[in-house]
């Protein structure tokens, strides 16, 4: 086969080979990939997100607590730069809340073609020691910091798996699975785990094009749970983004504090 009939037509990125490389079996590709990803890692990072924006908005979101984490919840990890930030925050703060982290390991999935935000499958494919070795060599976060649970979340999000975590009570999360899809099973789990005052950090707000006005991705999965969940009620703290120091200005990310009223 021409391997440029399945590649596409603009210039080919280290996300394209991604999410190629996301369709080989699982010890193949991880292998390979991997190793491809942490060789570009080493060669000056390959994050994605805006760092010194994402950490001002972590303390806020902290500071909004009054600095009581129960624990913290992230849904969509790709290499763990944004956990890792969020391990250091609390650090700082002097907290020790239980950290939880979780993702396929397989990119995004098939149901992203779906959505509206134009998302590829597979796209941010990331292996799980990929994610491991960066936390421990750029974040200083051992495995012992950190549980991370691998899975499709309309799979792993099982009704028992809060209880076997340990988990009573989410006080942040960050939702950074980027589509409709992906936010909506993640968000009916965390529903019964919020605590009465919690942060939700949704990190693609306005990607893909999208903003207050049209409301697409996670803007609408976020919009339809409240609706279904009236006894929740949110309140927008914080935005973030990429400043022009690093090469563009756009606002990404969006926080709220969520309460639960009392029954
Ligand atoms: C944009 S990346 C996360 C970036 C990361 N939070 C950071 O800031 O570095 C999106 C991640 O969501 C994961 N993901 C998306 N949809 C998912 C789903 N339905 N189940 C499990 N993981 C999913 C992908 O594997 C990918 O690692």
């Given at each position: 086969m021409d391997v440029r009939t399945i590649l596409p037509k603009r210039r080919v990125g280290l996300a394209d080979v991604g999410r190629l490389t996301a369709r080989l079996p699982a010890p193949v590709s991880d292998r390979v990939w991997g190793t491809v990803l942490q060789w570009r890692m080493k060669q000056g990072g390959w994050t994605l997100v805006p760092q010194d924006d994402l950490r001002r908005v972590y303390r806020e979101a902290v500071r909004q607590l009054g600095g009581e984490v129960q624990a913290y919840a992230e849904f969509g990890i790709y290499a763990g730069d944004s956990l890792g930030i969020m391990a250091d925050v609390l650090a700082e703060a002097g907290s020790s809340a239980p950290m939880f982290g979780f993702d396929?390991?397989?990119?995004?999935?098939?149901?992203?073609?779906?959505?509206?935000?134009g998302w590829q499958p597979g796209a941010f494919y990331c292996p799980e020691w990929v994610t491991r070795w960066n936390l421990s060599t750029n974040h200083g976060v051992g495995p012992d910091r950190i549980t991370l649970i691998p899975g499709w979340f309309d799979e792993s999000l099982t009704p028992g798996l809060a209880g076997e975590l340990g988990i009573e009570r989410i006080s942040i999360a960050q939702l950074?699975?980027?589509?409709y899809s992906s936010t909506v099973p993640v968000l009916d789990w965390l529903t019964p785990l919020l605590a009465d005052r919690a942060v939700l950090i949704f990190?693609?707000?306005?990607?893909?094009?999208?903003t207050e006005e049209i409301g697409i991705g996670v803007q609408r999965a976020f919009e339809e749970w409240l609706e279904r969940r009236p006894e929740f009620t949110a309140e927008a703290f914080a935005t973030y983004g990429f400043g022009p120091g690093a090469g563009r200005k756009e606002v990404v990310g969006k926080a709220f504090i969520v309460s639960r009223t009392p029954a």
């Open positions: 396929s390991f397989r990119g995004l999935p098939d149901s992203v073609t779906d959505d509206e935000g950074d699975a980027d589509a990190d693609d707000w306005f990607a893909g094009g999208n």
